[in-house]
């Protein structure tokens, strides 16, 4: 029998490199403005049992992370501050938890801090369980590569593991342009759905271009008067702007689901939908190494695409704040952390 054997306990030296003890990291002392976020110089992590260490060079910016810093979102969960915010990073293996790991010091990775539980990806270092992790896709940047994992994961959960996208599926879904609804558009007509969107007439050709076959101005058409009987719809605003989310069970089929996405967006949903004779749920993503990894096969492949907006270096972590906080963006907001 011949047997594959492991790598010598020595192989990873060509790929190590020295950590400091200290970091740079933009964090909050307290909730607040976006004027909360500055540099601070703090401790670099230590992993423990399947964490990894990863040297972070860029770290997406989303709608949670501003939530939290203004004091909703996850703010109740932070142990202790001051804390690092921020879950989406790409960047480098520094320290693996054991010699033959597939992840070995020195592999290009990306994926999900484990915040509030441990510090965030707006820092130099990052801990990360290895189930959070997989290897960054070959034809991508760091930079556009940590602007995937959040908002892949949960438009894959949502439209893929949720919905089921399936040939024939009529599905409607609101913010399409934004970081989540770009995935979600693009994953929803890779499998067959019709997906009709509803966005900024300035997003229209560009939709079309990532696979919808309708695009509905919000700024100008009221979709309940254009869009009728589908059979799911991807909730992304919730009742949160102008009844998004009532106004969502009117265009459903008997039956049909409805998925709300943002946290505290509509907290009746459920009532409203079963009165309304539907189907509802709300959804949380969940970080998963193997999805990342079928995500990243369909990036290389250009099956779908990641879209950045802009990218703010680390000590400019307000400004991209309130860029998300906006609502105009179009795909992701990144932080540069570090150089390649």
């Known amino acids: 029998m011949n047997h594959r054997p492991l790598k010598p306990t ?3 030296d060509h790929s190590a490199e020295p950590v400091p003890d200290r970091m740079r990291a933009s964090v909050i002392d307290a909730t607040g403005g976006t004027d909360a ?13 399947s964490e990894l260490l990863i040297r972070v060079v860029a770290a997406g910016v989303n709608p949670i992370d501003t939530k939290t810093r203004a004091g909703s979102g996850l703010s109740a969960a932070i142990a202790a501050y001051p804390a690092t915010l921020g879950f989406d990073f790409s960047g480098v293996v520094v320290s693996a938890p054991y010699e033959a790991h597939p992840l070995s010091p020195g592999t290009e990775v990306y994926g999900l801090a484990s915040f509030p539980r441990t510090g965030g990806s707006y820092a130099e270092y990052v801990v990360a369980p290895s189930q959070s992790l997989a290897r960054k896709p070959t ?7 940590a602007g995937v994992p959040l908002a892949a994961l949960t438009a894959w959960g949502v439209v893929v593991e949720t919905a089921r996208a399936h040939e024939g599926q009529r599905m409607l879904i609101h913010a399409g342009s934004g970081g989540v609804g770009h995935f979600a558009v693009q994953l929803a007509a890779y499998f067959g759905a019709r997906v009709t969107v509803t966005a900024s007439g300035r997003n229209a050709a560009w939709l079309r271009e990532l696979g919808a076959a ?3 101005d919000y700024a100008t058409t009221r979709f309940e008067d254009v869009v009728a009987d589908v059979d799911v719809v991807i909730d992304l605003v919730g009742n949160t702007a102008d009844e998004v989310g009532t106004r969502s069970l009117q265009v459903l089929r008997p039956g049909g689901l409805y998925v709300l996405v943002p946290t505290g ?4 949903y459920a009532e409203a939908a079963e009165a309304a004779g539907l189907r509802a749920t709300s959804y949380k993503v969940a970080p998963d190494g193997d999805v990342l990894a079928t995500l990243g096969r369909l990036l290389d492949s250009r099956a779908i695409q990641v879209y950045i907006d802009s990218v ?3 000590g400019d972590a307000s400004a991209a704040h309130e860029a998300v906080e906006s609502g105009h963006t179009r795909g992701k907001t990144v932080l540069r952390v570090s150089d390649d």
């Open 139 to 145: 034809s991508l940047s760091h930079v556009e590569a």
């Open 10 to 12: 020595t192989a990873t």
């Open 265 to 268: 967006a509509w907290p009746g």
């Open 312 to 314: 703010f270096d680390l």
């Open 37 to 49: 976020l500055h540099i601070l110089d703090v401790p670099v992590p230590s992993p423990v049992l």
């Open 214 to 216: 309708e695009v509905i």
